[in-house]
Nanobody, 119 residues
Framework: QVRLVESGGGSVQAAGSLRLSCVSS???????VGWFRQAPGKERERVAS???????YYADSVKGRFTISKADAKNTFYLQMNSLKPEDTGMYYC??????????????WGQGTQVTVSS
């Protein structure tokens, strides 16, 4: 049974930083992993992803500010978020398998963690 457990969300002022963590059990993060977010009234969107080959993807809105990484030995992956903006506010979900690109195809989701950025 696969389980993804997130931590690290919270409230921060604009220009601040947060690091999200996602611990995986039952799924090897040597395969693809990703982070998605969903703002109220909007669709869930891919923020960043990392393939098993080490290729990364970032949404244009977060390029240069967010970094996805992982620690294979801990079966944990991360999203470092710097220079946060109010428009980054939303529920953030870690994701695994299913290609890690399209929210409709993701096989496994974390429970979500709220990120709130105030101006």
């Amino acid at each position: 049974q696969v389980r993804l457990v997130e931590s690290g969300g919270g409230s921060v002022q604009a220009a601040g930083s947060l690091r999200l963590s996602c611990v995986s059990s039952g799924y090897s993060i040597r395969n693809c992993v990703g982070w998605f977010r969903q703002a109220p009234g909007k669709e869930r969107e891919r923020v960043a992803s990392l393939t098993g080959y080490g290729d990364t993807y970032y949404a244009d809105s977060v390029k240069g500010r967010f970094t996805i990484s992982k620690a294979d030995a801990k079966n944990t992956f991360y999203l470092q978020m710097n220079s946060l903006k109010p428009e980054d506010t939303g529920m953030y979900y870690c994701a695994a398998d299913g290609g890690c690109t399209d929210a409709q195809l993701i096989d496994y989701w974390g429970q979500g963690t709220q990120v709130t950025v105030s101006s």
